[in-house]
Structure formats: C-alpha cells, structure tokens
C-alpha cells in the first residue's frame, strides 16, 4: 500500500444491534426496549379507512405507511400514539371488527459492529468470493441495487452510476449518509473500480439507487423501511439490499417483502449480529435472503445469527483479529464518509456481509434477468459448504462463491438443482440421534363457534426427564411480539399443561385446566404461525405450524435447542383438537 493510501485510511465507530439481549447470568433474555417506539403502535385495517375504534379513544393516529403496499392481505395501516401498554390497547380496541391486528411500532438498526482499532487491510473479502475474476463475465451493467440504510455520499473513489434516490427517515429527496454505514455498504456493492483509486466493488458497473431510512444515529421505523421497499420497487430496482434489522418484524415490512419478490426483485438482508440461533427481521421473512457472516478463515463469525432462516453466508469480518498475517485486521474495507470527508474504513458485521451476495445478484441478474427464483437458486446451489454437508443453521448451504454462481448461470445446465438436492432448512437432516423434547401444540377454537382471540389456546409437553417451571418460558411470534409466561405451575417428567390467551374474557371449557397464560400479544391464528420458545436459558429456533390441531417440537441437538422434524396432531398428548 501506498503513504498516501494509508493518510487516507481512518477506523471510526459503525453501528452496533442487538435485537435481544442476555443478562450478564447468561440466563435471562430481556426483550430490548430499544427496538421498540414508546408509546407508538400500528394498528392494521381491513380496510382504506380508519377504523372506527380509534376515535372513541381519544389517541392521536395517522396512517403509518407514505407508500401502501399494493395487494396486502390488509386495508391500511395506521400509527397510534397511545400513553399505554400494548395489552391495554389491545383491550380498547378488541370489539372492533375492522381491526385486524394490533402491535408495537419498532425501529430497525443498521448491522454492524465498532472495530477496535484503525488498521489498513487489502480486500481479501473480495477475493474470497472470486472477484474480480468473475468481471470477463458479468459487470452488473444494466442492473440497478437499491442500499436502504443511513444514505449514501459519494467521495473520491465513488460509484460509476449513483441515482439521487430518496431519504423517507426526514422525507425529502436528498439521502446523504450522515453516518457512514450506508456508504460502506453501497461501496461493497459497486464501488466504482479500475479507476486506480481506492477500493473496488463486487459489481462496479450496477447502477445505485440509494434510500435513505434510518437516521443519523443509525436507526429508523419498520415502516419507512417498508416505505422505502415499496418506493425501490417501483423506482425500477432489481435488487434490494436490507443490512438493518430489529428484534421483532411487522406485518407492513413483511407485505412490502412480498411485493418486491413478487416484482422479480431479489431482497437480502443481514441476518443480524447478535450470535443467537435465530436471524433478525426482515432476514427471517421467507421472501429474503438471509445472510450471515464468516471471517477470514471462512468460518462462522462469533456475532453472526444463524437458525431455520438462514440462507447463506459472505464475508463479514473480524477485527479483533489479523488471521492472514498481513499485520491489519481482518475487516471489510470500503471508501465511506465520516465527519464531512470521504475515509477508508474497516467494519465487520453481517452488515458487511449482505451487500457482497446483493453485489453478486446484481452479477446474475444482468445474464439470467429479473428471476428472483432462479438468482437464488444459483447463489444456493453454488455456496460452498463452511460446516456440515448441505445446509446448516449456523451457516446456511455455505459460503458465497460469486464465481461460481456466474459459472452456472452462464453454463445454465441446472447444476444449481442437482447441488441443492431437493433439501429445505425445515427438512435439513441433523444427522445426529434426537435428545429430550419440549413440544407446543396451538390448538384453535372452532371459529363458528369462538373467535381466536377468546379461547385458543397452547399446549406445552414436557418430554424431558427433568420438572420444567412454567414461568421459566417465554414465547415470540413471527413479528417479535409475546414475552413471558405467567404460571407459577411447573411441569414434572411427561406432564402437559394447557396456556390460554391472557386477553381472554371468556374460558368455555370447565374441562380444560388452564396452568397458566401465554401474552395476547402473541398473536396466534388459524392460519398458523411461528413461535419461538425461551427454555432452560436458551431461545429455540421457531418454525412456522401451517394449521390448527398441529403442534411443534423443540429438542436439545449439538448442545443447543432446535426445532425437530416430528410434527404432531392435535390428538396427541391430551390435547382435545377442535374446541366447540
């Protein structure tokens, strides 16, 4: 590297998420209070119109999105500013028929974490994935990559095609990155390059269409990140990039997801940087590509999030380390800006790892075309294995490898299909014996007869050979809401207990012991859902039951609670099916 090179080179502060958090015990998760707007929540509607319940409460609301998501599966949704607990409002507005759902308004965070010191590293990230050695073929010339994030302010080294995109975190069109993240990730992605400048970027010819929607601080809504989703899709991008997450979704992100994909649009998100078995949101949507993060060595980061979600992982560094021996840490190191000047910094976190796999959509987008469906395919079935054979909850189908994927698409001989073998992350065999189970079974009400917000209710086994206090439980849905269980029952060797909603005014079945009360919050359907489940210290991988009277197991693999592949009836272990 040259003096002047290194002069330039600077090593500040990036952003660091953490969506749930554990106690210094190592025990207790606490849902992190930072992921959720105080006094703020979305209330959705079955239709264009506020619905009729909010005006007798006497909160102030308007509606949440700037950009309605076209074809939801809801009318409209609205920003209620309430100075109470979400259980409270819930039972305000309960008897409205014109609400859908209810749930907490929650920031996203960009995915990054603060190096430690400031060194000057070569982009052996670059190399990793096979580029530049993949430019003979593929450019991205012609593709467009919208980088939601904290901006994007070009410096010295720049992008070859920068649009003026938009900025929905304060509303106008003039989305400077006051922060630095968003920069970074954008250079990943295409920093101009051959220009003999500075560093390069995985498709240097995409054109970039910067959204800005988190603030200076690094943080924005869920629903100007679903804002600006809706806006890139319409503006013409053919790939997203999402290196932000939070501790729980929303139905507004995850309808916006859906849209983009079903434009042809490839989204990727990081999966987070919390070193848990789940990935964030909106990486743990089925409708984006979860990424996670390896080191130099091409292992797994430490921080980086795995879990059923995960779809594969890139380069996201390490700076706590120099394992190359080049005398510099093993960051990812791209022009950003900082301080009102344009820098070369170091960052690691899946937030770095994201833009290399939206970097290398862009590459096959420009010869397969706007095929989400078959983009994936290839940087699937091409990823090569960093643990076990196939995929893995730590590491997905494996580690990004750019030129092979542009290897395959330009063969087009459906090696991608062969390589995959016809394998999901549900059916993922764990190749070891099954340990002790917790199994959950949501059982539904006949919906003639009872809504499911009076009388569904959870069924808990507990199939270990040790008592399991029932408030030592805590459960999440699909867009994080839920919490603790409230019990002071605990579960012997073979016993079942049944949960009810805590917001049920009405308990038709004398029957049916009731040992304790799961959060309304939860919010649970007929049409089924995903639960994660806090046990004996460690948080579960969730998975998604397709319908009442079906149940899900936990069990205990590889020294970490997962889901296991045996599904059970509502028959099963006391449980009564249908409830009339």
């Known amino acids: 590297m040259s003096s002047r090179f290194s002069a330039l080179l600077l090593v500040t502060p990036a952003i660091a998420c953490t969506s749930i958090h554990l106690d210094p015990d190592g025990k207790t998760p606490t849902f992190q209070s930072r992921d959720v707007i105080p006094g703020q929540y979305l209330v959705y509607a079955r239709t264009a119109a506020a619905p009729a319940g909010l005006e007798p409460t006497g909160h102030t609301f308007e509606p ?12 409209s949704v609205w920003r209620v500013h309430a100075d109470t607990d979400l259980e409270s409002l819930h039972s305000e507005l309960l008897a409205d028929a014109d609400i859908l759902e209810l749930e907490p308004e929650r920031l996203a965070h960009a995915f990054a974490i603060t190096p430690d010191d400031p060194y000057q590293s070569y982009q052996w990230h670059m190399d990793a994935i096979g580029v530049p050695a993949v430019w003979a073929d593929a450019t991205g010339a012609g593709v467009t990559v919208a980088v939601l994030d904290t901006g994007v302010s070009a410096g010295a080294d720049g992008f070859r095609n920068l649009l003026p995109g938009r900025d929905f975190a304060d509303g106008d069109s003039q989305p400077e990155d006051q922060d630095g993240h968003g920069t970074h990730v954008a250079g990943t992605v295409c ?29 924005g809504s869920l629903t100007d990140v679903a804002d600006g989703i809706v806006w890139a899709v319409d503006e013409g991008a053919d790939v997203i990039n999402l290196s932000l997450g939070a501790g729980g979704g929303a139905r507004a992100l995850e309808a916006a997801i859906r849209y983009a994909r079903d434009s ?30 390896v080191d130099f060595s091409g292992a797994r980061a430490p921080y ?18 120099d394992a190359n021996g080049d005398g510099y840490v093993d960051g990812v190191l791209q ?11 170091f960052l690691q976190g899946t937030s770095m790892a994201a833009p290399h796999v939206a970097g290398t959509a862009a590459l096959l987008v420009e010869l397969v075309g706007r095929d989400p469906d078959r983009v994936e395919e290839l940087l699937l079935a091409t990823a090569e294995d960093a643990d076990a054979a196939g995929w ?42 099954r340990s002790e189970q917790v199994l959950l079974t949501e059982v539904m009400v006949d919906p003639d007869t009872h809504g499911d917000a009076v009388a569904e209710y959870v069924e808990i086994w507990n199939d270990t050979s040790d008592v399991l206090p029932l408030a030592d439980l805590a459960l999440l849905n699909a867009s994080g809401n839920g919490g603790w269980v409230s019990s002071d029952r ?28 799961y959060p309304s919050s939860l919010s649970l359907n007929n049409g089924g859902d995903t639960v994660e489940l806090y046990v004996r210290g460690e948080w579960a991988d969730g998975l998604r039951w397709d319908a009442a009277e079906r149940g899900i197991a936990f069990e205990r693999l590889a020294d970490a609670w997962t889901y296991a592949e045996t599904r059970f009836d509502g028959d099963d272990y006391g449980t009564p099916g249908w409830l009339r």
Not at 64 to 75: D, I, K, M, N, Y
Not at 201 to 214: E, F, K, N, S
Request: charged letters at 15%; zero cysteines.
């Open 64 to 75: 949440a999105l700037a950009q309605p998501t076209p074809s939801a599966e809801f009318g």
């Open 191 to 219: 920093q101009a390059s051959d220009n003999g400048y500075g560093t390069i970027g995985v498709a240097p010819d995409a054109t970039l269409l910067p959204v800005r929607v988190l603030g200076a601080g690094g943080s």
């Open 264 to 293: 042809g649009v490839v989204v990727v998100a990081a999966s987070g940087n919390d070193g848990r078995g789940t990935v964030s949101w909106p990486a743990a949507y089925a409708d984006a590509l979860a990424v996670g993060a």
């Open 304 to 321: 980086s999030n795995g879990g059923d979600a995960l779809d594969l992982v890139a380069p996201g560094g390490n700076t706590a380390v």
């Open 335 to 345: 022009e950003t800006w900082q301080g009102g000047q344009a820098s070369f910094q």
């Open 392 to 433: 893995d909850p730590g590491t997905g189908w494996g580690r990004l490898d750019a030129a092979a994927a542009v290897r395959a698409a330009l063969e087009d001989s459906g090696q991608a299909d062969d390589t995959i073998d016809d394998q999901t992350p549900e059916e993922a065999p764990s190749g070891a014996p």
């Open 490 to 517: 605990s579960l012997a060797p073979g016993e079942v207990a049944v949960l009810g909603r805590v917001s049920a005014s009405e308990w038709p079945w004398t029957s049916v012991d009731l040992a304790g009360h």
